[in-house]
């Protein structure tokens, strides 16, 4: 039995995570959910931000399932997102972005995956004021940290039978920072010879995903570049609703949706489900569970395409919890 922190999260998070473990719970696999607190909620009831019984919880399992978190304004905490990413040094931010059919796309067939370094770049936070009418950051970029995020896009590829890797850059204007990621890019691409390799310049890899997205495969970019791209991907699906993530280390692994709390909605079972199961579907191949995965993601996608049982924002009048009913029928276990 695989036991996995779950961290429902702040806003909409509880319904959308609620939701998704009884989907995944309909597969039948053997899994024990470890609640964990984090965000708000966890600070409503008196406790950290982040406490370090959700750190140790995810550190002894080595996966956790997360609703999206609140940013508190005027703290020290930037984002709790960031400290767990930090704290478990995640440095690898998956995002498959891909067309289900039934939800308002500009594309048909897109099947792209964004493996965004997570933990340097200017996200390095190191950046202060210079007098009065200047400011300065600091741009972090390391040979091990190039080299294992370019290392994992490859291993990613060939796990998932694709075809291609493209490193993205700017070296032409940034030759030490930008100029020493692609050049480890290039080593460990010499290493997988069985996948194609080739180079975009940032700008240019965003104009030709607009206009030929179906060109591209895997991307392998470093932390701003991938924030920028990655969303870029999103919108050419159909947004948010539909974008899963994964941040993952070498000890372990957290999936989540990419949209936020969605405060508004909140305890209304009226958010769409989809990116936060997506998520689910991730961590199952992550456990090798793909079988399982598979089911939960062609049932989804039945649903989606029948434009029914979805929510408002896929064109349907279901709620969050009938979406997963849906789901969990699809997947031959009626209610
Ligand atoms: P948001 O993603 O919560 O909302 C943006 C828009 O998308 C809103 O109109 C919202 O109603 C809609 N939306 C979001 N999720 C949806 C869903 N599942 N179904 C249907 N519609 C959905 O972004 P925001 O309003 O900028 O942020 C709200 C809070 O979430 C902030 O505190 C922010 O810091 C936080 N946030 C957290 C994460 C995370 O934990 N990973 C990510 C982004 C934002």
Redesign the pocket.
């Known amino acids: 039995m695989q036991t996995i922190t779950v961290i429902p999260?702040?806003?909409?998070?509880p319904e959308?995570i609620a939701a998704t473990l009884r989907v995944v719970e309909a597969t039948g696999l053997d899994i024990k959910w470890e609640m964990a607190e984090a965000?708000?909620t966890a600070h409503e009831k008196g406790l950290d931000y982040l406490p370090d019984e959700t750190l140790s919880s995810i550190r002894r399992n080595k996966i956790a399932l997360?609703?999206?978190?609140?940013?508190?304004?005027g703290t020290g905490f930037r984002?709790?997102?960031v400290a767990l990413r930090k704290a478990l040094d995640l440095y690898v931010n998956l995002r498959p972005v891909k067309t289900y059919k039934g939800v308002l796309s500009r594309y048909d067939d897109i099947d792209l995956v964004v493996v965004r370094e997570n933990t340097e770049d200017l996200y390095a936070g190191i950046e202060h004021m210079v007098g009065e009418d200047a400011a300065e950051s600091i741009k972090i970029i390391t040979r091990k940290g190039s080299d294992r995020i370019v290392r994992f896009a490859f291993d990613y590829a060939r796990k998932e039978k694709r075809k291609k890797v493209t490193a993205v850059h700017k070296a032409n204007i940034m030759k030490c920072t930008d100029g020493l990621f692609l050049n480890v890019a290039r080593q460990v691409a010499e290493e997988y010879q069985d996948i194609e390799f080739e180079e975009r310049i940032v700008d240019n890899m965003c104009m030709q995903l607009v206009s030929k997205p179906h060109l591209y495969d895997v991307m392998v970019m470093p932390n701003l570049y991938g924030d920028i791209v990655s969303d870029l991907c999103a919108g050419l699906v159909g947004?948010?609703?539909v974008a899963p993530?994964a941040n993952i280390g070498a000890d372990a692994a957290i999936f989540?949706?990419?949209?936020?709390?969605?405060?508004?909605?909140a305890g209304q079972n009226?958010?769409?489900?989809?990116?936060?199961i997506l998520s689910a579907v991730l961590m199952l191949k992550y456990m090798d569970q793909g079988d399982a995965a598979a089911k939960i993601e062609g049932a989804l996608a039945e649903v989606i395409a029948g434009k029914k049982d979805v929510?408002?924002?896929l064109g349907g009048g279901a709620t969050?919890s009938q979406m997963a009913d849906a789901i969990i029928r699809k997947m031959g276990h009626p209610q």
């Open positions: 999260g702040d806003g909409t998070g959308l965000g708000m997360k609703g999206p978190l609140t940013t508190p304004i984002s709790i997102n947004g948010l609703g993530s989540e949706p990419v949209h936020g709390s969605a405060p508004k909605y009226k958010v769409n489900p989809t990116a936060t929510t408002y924002d969050t």
